[in-house]
T-cell receptor
Framework: GENVEQHPSTLSVQEGDSAVIKCTYSDSASNYFPWYKQELGKRPQLIIDIRSNVGEKKDQRIAVTLNKTAKHFSLHITETQPEDSAVYFCAASRASNMLTFGGGTRLMVKP | NAGVTQTPKFRILKIGQSMTLQCTQDMNHNYMYWYRQDPGMGLKLIYYSVGAGITDKGEVPNGYNVSRSTTEDFPLRLELAAPSQTSVYFC???????????FGQGTRLTVV
């Protein structure tokens, strides 16, 4: 089955700096890669996703890049703000295969 | 616009007791999932369903059972609760495996 590894497990940045979270996956047939944000005590919510037919996708301060050859994808957050503090999960899936989540990254943005 | 609704939000069980976690969605999604999230850890898939009448095991199914008699409802049954089942449980649904999963608000379960 699919295996998704996520690094780092914790990340501390100063407000205004950029943050990068990286994930690797094992199943070369995976073609859907979402990122979820989970604030403390809340449910995970989708913030951005990318499919295997594109290499990069942006939404305001958030971007995701995908390298299919190397089987890794990354989340980039620019100009971080205190409200970006949360746990972020990457995931991978393909048709007929359920989402497999990475272990999560706790991002702390210091004012 | 309810989305995915779980009940209860909190529950304390004694060892050996049983309970059912309820989950319902109003988005007409075929796919439904149950995850558990241990403190400081990621999401592990317990069971999933690809449609009414069809269920299958995920990564950590031992100690749990599910049923899917309707598209809307996907209850999770815990038999003979054990301390190892202390966790936060999330139900989720999606229209496809390669589409956004919508999560319920979670159930915090403590087994003592």
């Amino acid at each position: 089955g699919e295996n998704v590894e996520q690094h780092p497990s914790t990340l501390s940045v100063q407000e205004g700096d950029s943050a990068v979270i990286k994930c690797t996956y094992s199943d070369s047939a995976s073609n859907y890669f979402p990122w979820y944000k989970q604030e403390l005590g809340k449910r995970p919510q989708l913030i951005i996703d990318i499919r295997s037919n594109v290499g990069e996708k942006k939404d305001q301060r958030i971007a995701v890049t995908l390298n299919k050859t190397a089987k890794h994808f990354s989340l980039h957050i620019t100009e971080t703000q205190p409200e970006d503090s949360a746990v972020y999960f990457c995931a991978a899936s393909r048709a007929s295969n359920m989402l497999t989540f990475g272990g999560g990254t706790r991002l702390m943005v210091k004012p | 616009n309810a989305g995915v609704t779980q009940t209860p939000k909190f529950r304390i069980l004694k060892i050996g007791q049983s309970m059912t976690l309820q989950c319902t969605q109003d988005m007409n999604h075929n796919y439904m999932y149950w995850y558990r999230q241990d403190p400081g850890m990621g999401l592990k898939l317990i069971y999933y369903s690809v449609g009414a009448g069809i269920t299958d095991k995920g990564e950590v199914p031992n100690g749990y059972n599910v049923s899917r008699s309707t598209t809307e409802d996907f209850p999770l049954r815990l038999e003979l609760a054990a301390p190892s089942q202390t966790s936060v449980y999330f139900c989720a649904s999606s229209y496809a495996t390669i589409a956004e999963a919508f999560f319920g608000q979670g159930t915090r379960l403590t087994v003592v």
